[in-house]
């Protein structure tokens, strides 16, 4: 009975390892949840949306966008690490969820590197520095020379993880003396910018945009790497000889940790296909967002040079993690 036993074994461990290279070539047989760790509507939402009909049609299956906001995209990254490992549930992954939430808390949610598989990048949000139109800036060594002609009597907004973090880093290295106020969103934030009741904000355009057309708020610079159609007069940081932020808000596709190889494969190849495709870059773009991929192993580096960028900033400007 053993020696029976044992053979019936050996011979379903032999049809199981044959029959999983068929089932993974046939990946995907059904529709895939992408989780969005933000509202509709947002910039991270918006962009998910532009980019996943052309996926959807590559892969040949729908793919649904499913919105999980809050807790700092934590709530999202959550659910995607605990789903199973077959490629049906993806995470949208920003700076915020796998950057912000695991480096500003004193209980990490989770550890980005090892609790999630990193298919490819898929790009890089446009965040700008704002400024008044009343501040006798145009530049941004203009605007950092105002600044530490006038110590103290400024003020900046927040209204992400991102901005707080890069006018930290600009601050730090600039030695500016500027009041902090922080908001629980962008759109507070714009509005008290258009007010004049704050007069620096480092943001997404947005709905900051028509003021900058109408000359209401001026836009100094970008944290993208190159120049937005959206706004190219603002130079990048690099341009403006600014370096001393090296924080990049970012955008990739994330599975839940110990993801076939095969189905990484299969999701970086398209992925990286249609960002490359015009109409999906042009679609992006009209949200200041640049279109880029990567392979699985760029994009865990890329992360992992982020995270170090973040915990080394904390430490540096004095963020103690809640």
């Given amino acids: 009975m053993n020696v029976v036993y044992r053979l019936a074994s050996i011979v379903g461990v032999l049809i199981c390892a044959c029959a999983a290279p068929g089932a993974l070539a046939q990946y995907p047989s059904k529709p895939?949840?992408?989780?969005?760790?933000?509202?509709?509507?947002?910039?991270?939402?918006?962009?998910?949306?532009?980019?996943?009909?052309?996926?959807?049609?590559?892969?040949?299956?729908p793919i649904v966008v499913e919105n999980k906001a809050g807790a700092d995209g934590a709530i999202a990254g959550t659910e995607v690490l605990r789903a199973a490992p077959d490629g049906y549930t993806l995470l949208f992954g920003t700076n915020t969820g796998l950057c912000a939430a695991p480096v500003l808390r004193r209980n990490p949610p989770y550890d980005p590197v090892t609790d999630f598989t990193p298919v490819s990048l898929v790009g890089k949000f446009g965040f700008f520095v704002f400024t008044h139109a009343s501040l006798p800036a145009a530049t941004m060594d203009e605007l950092i020379a105002y600044v530490r002609a006038n110590p103290g009597k400024l003020n900046y907004g927040t209204g992400n993880s991102t901005s707080i973090l890069t006018t930290a880093q600009l601050k730090h290295a600039e030695k500016l003396d500027i009041v902090h106020i922080p908001y629980k969103g962008d759109a507070p934030a714009t509005a008290d910018l258009v007010a004049g009741r704050i007069q620096l904000l480092i943001a997404t355009p947005g709905s900051i945009l028509p003021y900058v057309k109408e000359g209401r708020i001026k836009a100094l610079g970008t944290l993208l790497p190159a120049r937005s159609p959206l706004l190219p007069d603002a130079p990048t940081m690099a341009e403006a000889g600014m370096k001393g932020i090296s924080v990049q808000p970012f955008a990739g596709i994330f599975g839940p940790a110990n993801l076939p190889r095969e189905i990484v494969d299969r999701l970086a190849r398209e992925t990286a296909a249609v960002m490359a495709r015009p109409e999906v870059r042009e679609g992006v773009a009209r949200y200041a967002f640049e279109a880029q991929s990567s392979t699985p192993a760029e994009l865990g580096s890329f992360l992992a040079d982020q995270l170090q960028i973040w915990r080394r900033t904390i430490g540096e400007v004095g963020i103690i993690p809640e």
Avoid at 33 to 57: E, H, I, K
């Fill in 32 to 61: 895939i949840r992408l989780v969005v760790p933000f509202p509709p509507g947002g910039a991270a939402d918006l962009t998910a949306r532009v980019m996943v009909p052309a996926l959807s049609q590559a892969l040949g299956q």
